[in-house]
Nanobody, 123 residues
Framework: VQLQASGGGLVQAGESLRLSCRAS????????MGWFRQAPGKEREFVAG????????DYADSVKGRFTISRDNAKNTLYLQMGSLKPEDTAVYYC?????????????????WGQGTLVTVSS
């Protein structure tokens, strides 16, 4: 399975950005996806997760109410709509994939990782 993330860039505080991640290759019949991020000098952290149907989602407290995760299974594509961005959201964002129906907050439970896309929020 290959994950290709896109949509990162430089924005000002308060602006919005949408990340996309397309899965290709031998994907499972059902798979959950999510986003993690890693800021300079910090551990990689969970941002959001979504189950196979898209009906169940989860967010880190730091992004709840500002970010929205969604997916289009017909296009094998995952999205992260980010609003009211803050300088502390600056990080490399990684999309992740795990076979099965449910997402996880634990990074070791994901089978595949995208290459990462850089989001920089200036104050």
């Amino acid at each position: 399975v290959q994950l290709q993330a896109s949509g990162g860039g430089l924005v000002q505080a308060g602006e919005s950005l949408r990340l996309s991640c397309r899965a290709s290759g031998r994907t499972a019949s059902t798979y959950a996806m999510g986003w993690f991020r890693q800021a300079p000098g910090k551990e990689r952290e969970f941002v959001a997760g979504i189950n196979w149907s898209g009906h169940s989602t989860d967010y880190a407290d730091s992004v709840k109410g500002r970010f929205t995760i969604s997916r289009d299974n017909a296009k094998n594509t995952l999205y992260l709509q980010m609003g009211s961005l803050k300088p502390e959201d600056t990080a490399v964002y990684y999309c992740v994939y795990r076979a099965g129906y449910y997402y996880s907050r634990i990074r070791d439970e994901y089978d595949y990782w995208g290459q990462g896309t850089l989001v920089t929020v200036s104050s």
